[in-house]
């Protein structure tokens, strides 16, 4: 019996040293201006790890940008979960959401103050101030993209399915974080001249970036709540969700040097 209790014990602790423990997320409540903002927190093991900023879809903060910042804890990074609309505004049907979104789309300097404050957020939740990285789906994909044209305090962005466009009046500036983003070769809501005109605002801004496509999927390809018919225009792919999953966390390694 004795020697069974001590090999338990010893497996015990093994995985304790193999797999660093993780918090599950909890919820944080923060500012932008006077808007209160509630976010979903997941910490990483370790004081100062780099952070991790996630964009919400245009329904808000679901369950889907929530377990993947339990995933990236568990990889060793700070990740939140960040609220663009404010606590208790959340879309009742797409028609509201697209109304919403949209608003934040055209007023894009709000948008990226409600990004920094998510940043500033992360960082006096523990993350390195100097290792930030802000990833978004759909909606929140197109904020990623907002991080880097606003300049925000960010190492790299990366936009899963995220929408690419931005309004023609505005300037094509410099792009100072790494770029990534992750495409559905059959995603519709992006048409070949928005897609050609974003490349061609990565080449003025003299950015690194990368764009990669994964066929047979379509919009919100990591969502398994988009469900599985792409007629749909909008449906998950698993193979084109870990595929994604795998560039995110290669990039992530390349920009955190890590």
Known sequence: MKPFIA??????????????????????????????????????????????????????????EKTTANRLAKAGYHALAADVYGIGVHPSSP??????????????????????????????????????????YCFGGTGAIEAARGALPVKGIISFHGGLGKDSVRANEPIVPKVLVLHGADDKYESPKEIATFQQEMRDGHADWQMVYFSGAVHAFTDPAAGNDNSKGSAYNATADRR???????FLKEVFGR
């Open 244 to 250: 994604s999953w795998e560039y995110m966390m290669t």
């Open 95 to 136: 028609a509201e959401a697209g109304k919403l979104a949209g608003m934040y789309k055209s007023n894009f300097q709000e948008y990226q103050n409600r990004i920094k404050a998510g940043i500033d957020e992360l960082v006096k939740l523990g993350a390195d101030p100097n290792k930030i990285v802000v990833i978004g």
């Open 7 to 64: 090999l338990v014990a010893f497996l015990m602790i093994t995985a304790t040293l193999s797999f660093p423990s993780f918090s599950q997320g909890k919820s944080v409540q923060y500012q932008s201006g006077t808007t209160q903002l509630e976010g979903y927190f997941a910490k990483a093991a370790g004081a100062k790890a780099p952070g991790v900023l996630i964009l919400h879809a245009w329904m808000g903060l679901t369950d889907h």
